[in-house]
């Protein structure tokens, strides 16, 4: 499985490529930042992170996108700017008919590093140690966007298998005759 981990931002944008299965060593096959100038319009910057990311779709051909789900802040500026990075990547996927994943930051962080509340720099050990690199990916938003990619390709089976689950017991629940709706009193007889 080949999966590009998006960390999405207006001015660094972290974009990283793991290949693997789970239970099984990864292979880092790129790993970058989209950056965008702090003073273009913001129209512009949107261009911008659409190319470079379609760029990345291009060069490395994922089967899967995997992307930081936007969580609440307290500076709403950011959450934007995260939510418009964010939409372009799932924007530039869907169009190539790629699969996309949302993942929290707390999902990614407990599948990396098993604490939901590890810092950057756990992080980024820890996406050097699983990918045997020899130093931390820099910025810390390209660290992330690895981060992103070896999570969802080690949640992704068990994901798999929830939603085959949950399709199997919808199928065969549409099978099933309607049960009575009759009320019972508390003793468990009929009203």
């Known amino acids: 499985m080949r999966v590009l981990g998006v960390d999405p931002g207006m001015t660094?944008?972290?974009?990283?490529?793991?290949?693997?299965?789970?239970?099984?060593?990864?292979?880092?096959?790129?790993?970058?930042?989209?950056?965008?100038?702090?003073d273009a319009e913001l129209g512009h910057r949107l261009v911008a992170v659409e190319q470079g990311i379609e760029q990345w779709l291009d060069e490395f051909r994922p089967e899967f996108v995997a992307v930081?789900?936007?969580?609440?802040?307290?500076?709403?500026?950011?959450?934007?700017g995260t939510?418009?990075?964010?939409?372009?990547?799932?924007?530039?996927a869907a169009r190539r008919g790629i699969p996309v994943a949302l993942h929290?930051?707390?999902e990614v962080k407990a599948a990396v590093?098993?604490?939901?509340?590890?810092?950057?720099?756990?992080?980024?050990?820890?996406v050097t140690r699983l990918l045997r690199l020899d130093a931390p990916p820099k910025p810390?938003?390209?660290?992330?966007?690895?981060?992103?990619?070896?999570?969802?390709?080690w949640r992704a089976p068990a994901q798999n298998r929830l939603q085959q689950a949950v399709a199997l017991h919808a199928a065969k629940a549409s099978?099933?005759?309607?049960?009575?709706?009759?009320?019972?009193?508390?003793?468990?007889?009929?009203?």
Request: proline content about 6%.
């Open 175 to 191: 099978k099933t005759p309607a049960t009575s709706t009759t009320p019972m009193t508390p003793k468990g007889r009929t009203a």
């Open 83 to 92: 939510a418009q990075a964010s939409a372009v990547a799932m924007l530039c």
């Open 140 to 153: 810390a938003d390209a660290a992330d966007a690895l981060a992103l990619a070896i999570c969802h390709i």
């Open 113 to 126: 590093t098993g604490s939901g509340r590890a810092d950057k720099a756990q992080v980024g050990a820890m």
């Open 68 to 80: 930081e789900r936007v969580f609440s802040q307290h500076n709403v500026r950011t959450v934007m």
């Open 12 to 38: 660094r944008c972290g974009v990283g490529v793991v290949e693997g299965v789970a239970g099984r060593p990864l292979t880092m096959v790129g790993v970058g930042v989209v950056r965008t100038p702090a």
């Open 104 to 106: 929290t930051p707390s």
